[in-house]
């Protein structure tokens, strides 16, 4: 089972920039397309950003809008996600999981393993 531990967060200004990271560590890292969620105080947790296992396909939830971007680096085992012109609802808990499918917007359903995620605070 792959663990991941993600990093990276903080609390910005609007408009700032973040880069968040997360870092993998047993099993087959390569062998997962992955994602980024993030949950926001009250919310359920929602879809933000997915990265194929190999190759360079991704895809955004639409509220990203182009200020995203997922990369991964598998010879490090780490995903990131490049987060710019920051606004004060991209505040929330950022969690790094492998997809479900690719396309899919969630992880599989037997995936338990949340850590503790990146807490991301933007104030306007």
């Known amino acids: 089972q792959v663990q991941l531990v993600e990093s990276g967060g903080g609390s910005v200004q609007a408009g700032d920039s973040l880069r968040l990271s997360c870092a993998a560590s047993?099993?087959?890292?390569?062998?997962?397309?992955m994602g980024w969620f993030r949950q926001a105080p009250g919310k359920e947790r929602e879809f933000v950003a997915a990265?194929?296992?190999?190759?360079?396909?991704?895809y955004y939830a639409d509220f990203v809008k182009g200020r995203f971007r997922i990369s991964r680096d598998n010879a490090k085992k780490a995903v990131y996600l490049q987060m710019n012109n920051l606004n004060s609802e991209d505040t929330a808990v950022y969690h790094c999981?492998?997809?479900?499918?690719?396309?899919?917007?969630?992880?599989?359903?037997?995936?338990?393993?949340w850590g503790q995620g990146t807490q991301v605070t933007v104030s306007s």
């Open positions: 047993g099993g087959t890292f390569s062998s997962y397309h």
């Open positions: 999981a492998p997809m479900e499918a690719w396309g899919s917007k969630r992880p599989p359903a037997e995936y338990v393993y």
């Open positions: 990265i194929r296992l190999v190759g360079s396909g991704v």
